[in-house]
């Protein structure tokens, strides 16, 4: 038997023994990603020109109205009103955004790069609707604060401005129901294709073509039918439910008694899209 | 010949896989609206507005259009096939002719046919006929319009909502100078002089109309014909 000449030497090799960040930090990152994407930080100057074009659109309309207010002394444009004004701007945002979140991931195919991590698939739409839902929020509600901090500051007395604090909540409130309506339907839109172009027309399809349909339902001969006609789109439905909550803004707009009604579709719909959502990227990261 | 492949290369990349069954609800939901007032005999004076103008020719015929006209051309670019056609030795003329006749009949026959429907229903088979007829002016100058424009940016379809949503939707109802530019103006105009309904509200005159339609036709068929002679093929970058 011969010597043994080989020798194992101890070169420091050693297990990792450091905190392991785990399911939450991923989430956490992929949010903050989402977000950052969502207007094109960290991103080429051609990402951001359309992000920042909605963006200072809604703020100047909003520094506009602010600076009307503070002049004139009568309110133009309400907090809750604000968002109702900008309905298109948002509907061309969220057809700008969705697909920068969802559609390139499929594209390029780094889906499951995702799923190997400690991430389960439901997290990723979950903070894919989070980031989406934030932007939304910051866009209607950043104008928001604007038109909060002009009216303050040219206000009279403390009591003027917790009368202003009081009409700005519900305002934020209701752009944030803005935000979870548009970004379920818009991210499920996206989902679907793997093409931006794409995603972005079949966004701004969706959206549009059920105006009209309010419009129709609102003038035929039925009572009922006409209080349920602003069920049928997305931006009117989000509107029904601020009548509910914070009553009409001029009026003219009835939805007699179905506002609860208004409130669980809406809740639903977002629900609804949440859960195809999920059911879509259970399949596709089989395949 | 070679005219005939790229026509059939183009339709297939439009309405391959069943994708042509993206393209149908938004026609359904035209007829399914009128149908659904005429039956609750609603006066057209009430619906007629919001279907024909409000769906059909605002949100209809833009959208076919930007879907089918930034398709037909842009969808190569995208994937890079574009470089096939481009080697080989043609005019640029009969690569962009041909895929720009198909995205105006795609669009052209899922409007014309739907508001045909509904002009019947609303008031009589002239404003159908009136209405598809400029619906397929519309779908000509539109396509013309974001053919060009999937030539000259690399995200047309962003490009052509701007154009669609802003300009003519938001602009539009506001800045009466925006009108002289709006394909839309120029539809209705067409659509109300040839059968004349209170339905309709022309806001531009029709040598206006005609004239401007045949300028963004023909204009931006140049322009993309033009592009098209010294494209470069780059990769996806932002």
């Given at each position: 038997m ?5 020798v ?9 023994a450091?905190p392991r960040?785990?399911?939450r930090y ?7 990603h989402?977000l ?11 990402a ?5 074009f ?19 002394g ?6 809750n ?17 969705a697909?920068?979140l ?14 190997s ?10 903070a894919?609707?989070a980031?989406l ?19 303050a500051?040219?206000?009279?007395n ?10 700005l ?9 803005w935000a ?5 339907i ?20 969706v ?28 931006s ?12 009409s803004p001029d ?7 179905f506002?609860p ?11 609804g ?7 879509r ?7 | ?15 391959g ?16 609206l009128?149908?659904l007032?005429?039956?609750f ?17 605002a ?24 470089v ?9 003329s009969?690569?962009v ?16 046919v739907p508001?045909?429907?509904?002009g ?5 088979v ?10 397929t ?7 013309a319009?974001f053919?060009?424009?999937s030539?000259v940016?690399?995200?047309p379809?962003l490009?052509g909502?701007?154009y669609?949503l802003?300009?003519e939707?938001?602009l ?15 539809v209705i ?30 204009g ?7 592009r ?7 990769g996806?970058?932002?």
């Amino acid at each position: 038997m011969s010597e043994l000449s080989g020798v194992i030497h101890d070169i420091g090799y050693q297990r990792y023994a450091g905190p392991r960040l785990g399911r939450r930090y991923v989430f956490g990152s992929l949010y903050t990603h989402g977000l950052r994407t969502a207007f094109g930080l960290g991103r080429s100057a051609k990402a951001k020109i359309f992000p920042w074009f909605v963006l200072g659109v809604v703020a100047i309309t909003g520094l506009i109205l602010a600076a009307v207010r503070a002049q004139l002394g009568e309110v133009v444009v309400t907090y809750n009103a604000f968002p109702d004004t900008m309905s298109w701007l948002v509907i061309f945002f969220v057809a700008v955004v969705a697909p920068e979140l969802v559609s390139r991931d499929l594209r390029s195919g780094v889906l499951p790069l995702y799923f190997s991590r400690p991430l389960p698939r439901g997290d990723y739409v979950y903070a894919k609707f989070a980031a989406l839902a934030t932007a939304v929020w910051i866009l209607l509600g950043g104008p928001q604060l604007l038109m909060f901090l002009v009216a303050a500051f040219s206000a009279d007395n403390l009591s003027a401005v917790w009368t202003e604090v009081g009409d700005l909540v519900p305002g934020l409130i209701y752009a944030l129901l803005w935000a979870g309506v548009f970004a379920g339907i818009g991210l499920l839109v996206a989902s679907l294709t793997g093409k931006r172009a794409f995603a972005a027309g079949g966004i701004v399809a969706v959206f549009l073509m059920t105006t009209p349909i309010v419009g129709v339902f609102a003038v035929l001969p039925s009572k009922a039918l006409n209080e349920l006609a602003l069920l049928f789109s997305p931006s009117s439905l989000v509107f029904g439910v601020g009548i509910w909550l914070f009553g009409s803004p001029d009026g003219n707009d009835d939805i007699g008694p179905f506002g609860p009604l208004y409130a669980a579709v809406a809740v639903g719909l977002v629900a609804g899209c949440v859960a195809l959502l999920l059911a879509r990227y259970r399949k596709v990261a089989s395949s | 010949m070679v005219t005939q492949t790229i026509t059939w290369i183009t339709a297939r990349g439009l309405f391959g896989r069943r994708r042509f069954l993206l393209l149908l609800p938004l026609p359904l939901l035209v007829i399914g609206l009128a149908v659904l007032s005429r039956g609750f005999g609603v006066a057209p004076e009430h619906w007629g507005e919001p279907v024909l103008v409000g769906l059909g020719l605002a949100v209809v015929l833009p959208v076919i259009a930007l879907i089918a006209g930034t398709g037909v051309l842009g969808s190569e670019i995208d994937d890079g096939t574009i470089v096939h056609i481009l080697t080989k030795p043609l005019p640029r003329s009969q690569i962009v002719l041909p895929k720009l006749a198909v995205a105006t009949a795609a669009t052209a026959v899922s409007v014309a046919v739907p508001l045909y429907v509904a002009g019947v229903l609303a008031d009589s088979v002239g404003l159908g006929l009136a209405l598809a007829a400029a619906g397929t002016v519309g779908a000509l100058a539109y396509s013309a319009l974001f053919l060009a424009l999937s030539l000259v940016t690399r995200r047309p379809v962003l490009l052509g909502l701007v154009y669609v949503l802003v300009w003519e939707g938001l602009l539009g109802n506001f800045v009466s100078g925006t009108r002289v530019l709006s394909i839309q103006q120029y539809v209705i105009t067409i659509a109300d002089k040839i059968a004349p309904t209170p339905l309709l509200e022309a806001k531009v005159s029709l040598p206006v109309a005609l004239v401007m339609s045949a300028l963004f036709t023909v204009g931006f068929t140049a322009l993309a014909i033009d592009r098209l002679r010294s494209f470069s093929v780059a990769g996806e970058t932002s």
